[in-house]
């Protein structure tokens, strides 16, 4: 897997973009998260929180989070 980072940047109550192939990734585990996810997913240290049944995307810290393209 190759990753294609955006240089797009985060807000703290800015649009959350979504996609089958646009991930999350914590700075701070290193960890990716799906910004799509089937299930309820997060990172290991729980920076990024994807709450599927609420279509809620939560994220402690947007200056920890780069989003990518796996390519």
Same mark, same amino acid.
């Given at each position: 897997?190759?990753?294609?980072? =955006?240089?797009? *940047?985060? !807000?703290?109550? @800015?649009?959350?973009?979504?996609?089958?192939? =646009?991930?999350? *990734?914590? !700075?701070?585990? @290193?960890?990716?998260?799906?910004?799509?996810?089937?299930?309820?997913?997060?990172?290991?240290?729980?920076?990024?929180?994807?709450?599927?049944?609420?279509?809620?995307?939560?994220?402690?810290?947007?200056?920890?989070?780069?989003?990518?393209?796996?390519?």
């Amino acid at each position: 897997m190759s990753k294609e980072y =955006l240089n797009e *940047e985060l !807000t703290e109550y @800015g649009p959350r973009p979504a996609g089958p192939e =646009l991930y999350y *990734e914590c !700075t701070i585990c @290193g960890e990716g998260v799906h910004s799509m996810p089937k299930d309820n997913a997060t990172c290991k240290c729980f920076n990024i929180i994807v709450d599927v049944d609420a279509s809620r995307l939560a994220i402690t810290s947007v200056n920890n989070v780069r989003l990518f393209y796996r390519t």
